[in-house]
Each structure stands twice: as structure tokens, then as C-alpha cells.
């Protein structure tokens, strides 16, 4: 026999996570996110001279792809001033926008993938904090990075303080590049976008868009190669910690839950008791009389000759009744 089970709709996968408590905690992350950026702007000098080490380590290994693909966006402003826009503006479209798709058409994923983002962006705060860099556009002149945020700032919101409108870049934490999370939510995107992405031309995107966010964020001189290994690196270390983080977020709230339930079964316990009590004691009812109790009753139950008429004495004198309390 084939036994075939119809899958749970959508809908009852959106139930158990309701948007009043996604949005607020999603909130609260990029929240810290942005406080972070503000608050840990670290030593100026030790900023710059951390961005000068990794660059020289860098040169050292022949692995500082940046410097030329910056000299390549300075001097082609088709290249250049698109890349801008890109940097000011994918990195908190494009990812809000997955989430949103995830929840409305990949439900079943949508908490994995949503506790995995959390958490790398939680571990790239902690990076922030401990070792402050200053990007390749804030080295000195002798290292002969350009900002192309600045040389294009004509054509769009931004001024000289990375992506930030003209005139807030106090809201900014220009020293907050290693690890780069632009490379960072990208990869998360792209594998979002090729993993459950249902045609050819969306999981091309989830494929080009990190690569594309990776050359764009070197290029404008905002990143240097290791910032952008060092993203994706903290996206691995989220992903590992995202199964056993849902696994003890489940078991708190199982704990909690059956701690409710065993309270409002003890009260509730209780007053079923005291109902029963007061019964007992002859209390009154709805009218004001007293509480009537029901009376035994006489059923009658046939004889083994009733069951059977064939057998000896199976006629209808032999029938007896007995009582039997109700």
C-alpha cells in the first residue's frame, strides 16, 4: 500500500514566526550593527597603521589585487561611478529584500538562513571592535589609493565619508573595514539566490552578485583583499553556529513553555478540586436548593438463559434482575 502525506502550506510555517517578532529582532541587529560602527572608532593611528600592515602583508604575498582594480575605476568613470552607487546602496537593499522573498516563498528556510545572517553580523561587530582599520582610501597619499566616493560624489547622495549622505558622515564608522560585510551579505545573498532560486537567470545572480561585491567594494578603494576574505570567513564560522543556536534557542523556549503549562495545570487543578469539595459538602444550586445527587437505578441484566433460549431452563420464568448502582 502507498501511503502518500500532503506537505504543511506555507502559511503554517509564517505562523509559528510572526512579523511583530521578526522585524524588532532583525531591528535590534542592525541596530547594534550601526551603534557599533559609532561608538568603536577606535585609535586613529592604530587604525591606519593595522589598513598599512595587511596592505604590506598583502604586497608581500602578491595578493593586492585592490590597488589596480582602484587605478581602473579612477581613471573609467563608466566602471567607476556605477560601482559607487552600487557600494552606497546594494548592501541594504539587496539583503532586506532576500529575507522578505525567503519569508514569503521559502518559508521552511527562512529561519535557518535569517539566524545565519544574525550571527555573522554579530561576529563582524566583534571584529569592528577589536581591531579598528582604516580602508585603503584613508592610507596616506604615498600608498596611491584614490576615493572614488569622493571623485564621483557629483553624481550621487554620498560626500567623502565612505557611503554616507553629505553632511552625515559623523553617523559613520569610516574604520570599521575589517571584515567586510558587504562581501559578507553578499555571499549570503548569492547563496540564498542559487540555492533556492527556481530558474537559470536567479541563480546567475546568486553567483555574479557576491563576485560583483567583492570587486566593487576593492575597486572604490573601501576594502582591502583580506577584508573581503576575512567576510566571508566570518559568514563560515556563522553558518556553523547557526544549527546549534537554533537548537538552544528551541530547548529555552520548550523549557518555558512547559513550565506555563505545568503552572496553569496546578491552578486550574486546584480549582477543579475545591468544585468538587463543595459538592461533596452538600452545597446549593443555581436555584438555591440543595445539590441533588443522583439516585441508584435498577437496570436489568439478562441470565444466561435469556442470551441463549436453546439451553435448559431458557424460558421466560428464568429471567432475573439485577440491580446495579449507576
Not at 99 to 110: A, D, E, M, Q
Not at 127 to 151: C, E, K, N, S, Y
Not at 240 to 265: K, W
Request: glycine content about 12%; charged content about 15%.
Amino acid at each position: 500500500m502507498t501511503i502518500t502525506a500532503t506537505a504543511p502550506r506555507a502559511a503554517a510555517y509564517r505562523g509559528k514566526l510572526r512579523w511583530w517578532t521578526e522585524l524588532p529582532l532583525i531591528a535590534v541587529v542592525y541596530g547594534l550593527y550601526s551603534g557599533a560602527r559609532l561608538l568603536v572608532r577606535g585609535d586613529v593611528d592604530d587604525a591606519v597603521d593595522t589598513g598599512a600592515d595587511i596592505l604590506h602583508f598583502e604586497q608581500l604575498t602578491h595578493l593586492d589585487p585592490e590597488r589596480w582594480f582602484n587605478h581602473l575605476f579612477t581613471e573609467h568613470a563608466f566602471l567607476g561611478v556605477p560601482a559607487d552607487f552600487a557600494y552606497a546602496s546594494l548592501h541594504y537593499i539587496v539583503t532586506p529584500s532576500i529575507l522578505v522573498w525567503l519569508w514569503l516563498r521559502r518559508p521552511t528556510h527562512y529561519r535557518q538562513a535569517r539566524t545565519w545572517l544574525l550571527i555573522s553580523t554579530l561576529i563582524g561587530l566583534i571584529g569592528f571592535t577589536l581591531v579598528p582599520t582604516a580602508p585603503p582610501r584613508l592610507l596616506p597619499g604615498a600608498h596611491g589609493f584614490i576615493d572614488t566616493m569622493a571623485q564621483y560624489g557629483s553624481y550621487g547622495w554620498w560626500g567623502t565619508d565612505a557611503s554616507a549622505p553629505r553632511g552625515l558622515g559623523h553617523l559613520t564608522n569610516q574604520y570599521a573595514a575589517m571584515p567586510s560585510l558587504h562581501v559578507g551579505w553578499s555571499l549570503w545573498c548569492g547563496i540564498m539566490l542559487f540555492r533556492y532560486g527556481r530558474n537559470r537567470v536567479v541563480r546567475t545572480l546568486g553567483v555574479l552578485y557576491p563576485l560583483t561585491t567583492a570587486l566593487v567594494v576593492m575597486g572604490t578603494a573601501n576594502h582591502y583583499l583580506m577584508d573581503a576574505a576575512a567576510g566571508v570567513a566570518t559568514m563560515g564560522v556563522g553558518f556553523l553556529l547557526a544549527a546549534p543556536a537554533l537548537r538552544l534557542v528551541d530547548r529555552v523556549q520548550a523549557r518555558v513553555t512547559g513550565a506555563i503549562a505545568v503552572r496553569r495545570g496546578k491552578s486550574g487543578g486546584q480549582t477543579v478540586v475545591a468544585t468538587n469539595v463543595a459538592s461533596a459538602a452538600g452545597g446549593t444550586n443555581g436555584a438555591g436548593g440543595a445539590a441533588k445527587v443522583p439516585s441508584p437505578r435498577t437496570v436489568p441484566v439478562p441470565d444466561d438463559a435469556d442470551r441463549d433460549p436453546g439451553a435448559p431452563g431458557g424460558n421466560a420464568a428464568g429471567r432475573g434482575e439485577r440491580s446495579r448502582m449507576s
